[in-house]
């Protein structure tokens, strides 16, 4: 066996993916849309729980847990102001065109 590095080794065995497999493809092309689909979902979905933990976080900090209902409120009401006004600047620069 070898114990090149660039194989990558498990435990005390250097095992390479194209010994056992030959460098075939173990799933069919058609199978590989439904990976990227789910890949793609997964990504998405991790994305927005980030996105949610990250504003429940800003506003726990800010109002405490006191508060945390009524802060939820205002800054929901904030940030939805703040995109309704970006994306009627950005229809405004391409009227102007």
């Excluded at 980030?50 to 929901?76: H, M, Q, S």
């Amino acid at each position: 066996m070898r114990t090149d590095s660039s194989i990558g080794e498990l435990g005390s065995f250097a095992i390479g993916f194209k010994t056992f497999y030959g460098g075939r493809l173990l799933i069919a092309s058609s199978a590989t849309a439904t990976l990227f689909f789910m890949a793609l979902l997964r990504g998405l979905f991790w994305f927005a729980l980030f996105i949610v933990f990250t504003f429940c976080f800003v506003v726990l900090f800010e109002y405490g847990p006191g508060g945390f209902a009524k802060g939820v409120r205002k800054e929901y009401a904030r940030v939805k102001s703040f995109v309704v006004k970006q994306t009627q600047e950005i229809a405004k620069t391409k009227k102007n065109r």
